[in-house]
């Protein structure tokens, strides 16, 4: 059963996100939370798999929530996926630098808001790729604090190929197809390049290809 902490200020989107989730037999909702304070102490309390976390509530806003969630070593296994209103919102991309493993429109499909929880808790982070890409790559480029690209120099040149590849949005089985390995050949290659370079999840290694400069604003593969 996947446990889901809902964060968000509005009752309203907290019932309808509830009303989806409960009715699904592999989900289950832990949890609500009106602000930023209320959602770090369910988490500590609750444990779940995933916060839904609203970038925009009082008090304390989901982006420093985030920072105080992914940075505890204690809630490692919790995954923090970003609600906003615009795909293009600028703390975005600031949001999956502070660890959070993707985002989502409110107004998403129901369907696809869906498949993003069971992806997200099965470890493939990234969300909405060809959105998601677009966002990174343009917040990247305006980036003022670029990593270090001497990180890159852990990593063996396949893996450096597997990270490019993952910096444009293609999945595994997707790199698997253009490097002609297996998906789980791919799969050790993203894992170990993540591994490596810190990064909590797949997200973050697309934040440090770009950041790296590995892969470029406007690279779309």
Do not use: C
Not at 14 to 37: K, T, W
Not at 157 to 178: K, P, Y
């Amino acid at each position: 059963m996947i446990r889901v902490l809902l964060a968000d200020d509005q009752i309203l989107v907290r019932a309808g996100f509830r009303a989806l989730l409960d009715a699904q037999p592999d989900i289950s909702v832990a949890g609500e939370a009106a602000d930023g304070h209320e959602a770090l102490s369910l988490v500590r309390e609750l444990r779940p798999d995933l916060v839904l976390m609203d970038i925009r509530m009082p008090e304390l806003d989901g982006l420093a929530a985030t920072r105080h969630i992914t940075e505890d070593e204690s809630l490692d296994g919790v995954k923090v996926v970003m609600l906003t209103t615009f795909e293009l919102d600028e703390y975005v991309f600031e949001a999956l630098r502070s660890g959070a493993s993707g985002f989502l429109v409110k107004d998403t499909e129901p369907d696809e808001l869906l498949r993003a929880v069971r992806a997200v808790v099965a470890g493939d982070a990234l969300l909405s790729p060809s959105v998601t890409r677009r966002l990174i790559a343009e917040f990247a480029a305006r980036s003022k604090e670029p990593a270090d690209a001497a990180l890159l120099a852990q990593l063996t040149d396949r893996e450096r190929e597997v990270m490019t590849l993952v910096g444009i949005g293609l999945s595994n089985e997707e790199i698997a197809r253009r490097l002609v390995v297996s998906p789980l050949t791919a799969k050790t290659h993203v894992s170990r390049a993540m591994v490596k370079l810190g990064a909590r999840d797949r997200a973050q290694l697309v934040v440090l290809a770009y950041e790296s400069g590995l892969v470029r604003p406007g690279w779309l593969g």
